[in-house]
């Protein structure tokens, strides 16, 4: 599989790519378009939260944290006008900073295996929909915003997978490894019960999701304007 250095490098340059192509088209202004190359980059390193404790995956769990808890507070500063903000902000960044590195990634890292199940397409589709009910719900964005950082997480999770499954060629021999096939798939057969609820679970969080008209409106209209 591809090393912690190719994954945040490729990751960075696809996401960046994209979030431009979107700025270029007027979708969204420049501070959206930076959240979009953020997110996508953070979501190149989405599918090794089932790592072990190697020191790129500590180091890579630890920026993300740190990144995701500061524009949480971010987003959050800029919502809310109230007598205590710094205090509520510095409360909020430093609660959002633990919960994800010692409680959200370290509970991963314990209990899932590396290239099991959080290495599926389904999984990370899971994990965008969770963001995108996150953004609308808790943070109160509007509809269109949540689904494009959930677009832009997915997108860079795909690009993870990708990466992986290309590693997972011996190019000089011409054969497949091991690893082949582990990274971009959408079931397992000795998982039927483990995929099923997972799969269920995604029905739910697509019932509650907020409406997406907007959003794909959106890109409706820029491919309109390449015919």
Known sequence: ????????????????????????FELYGPTTAV????????????????????KPAVQGFFAVSLIVSTLVTIIYANRHDADKLLLDSLILWAGGF???RFGVFELFSRLTVHRGMVHSLPY???????LVCGIFYGLR????????FGLMLF????????????????IYGLRLKKSAGTAMKLFES??????????????????IAPPYGDFVRAFVRIGQNLH
Request: aromatic share 10%.
């Open 124 to 130: 990370m589709a899971m994990l965008t929909l969770i």
């Open 35 to 54: 959240l979009c190359a953020i997110i996508g980059t953070l979501g190149s390193l989405l599918p090794d939260i089932d790592l072990e404790h190697s």
């Open 98 to 100: 633990l919960l994800l």
């Open 190 to 207: 000795n998982k039927i019960v483990q995929y099923g609820c997972l799969y269920a679970i995604i029905a739910v969080l697509i019932y």
């Open 155 to 170: 997108i860079g999770a795909v690009v993870h997978l990708v990466l992986d499954e290309i590693y997972s060629i011996n």
């Open 141 to 148: 964005l509007t509809a269109f915003v949540s689904w494009l």
């Open 1 to 24: 599989m591809a090393n912690f250095r190719t994954h945040i490098s490729v990751g960075a340059v696809s996401s960046v790519a994209v979030a431009a192509v979107g700025f270029y």
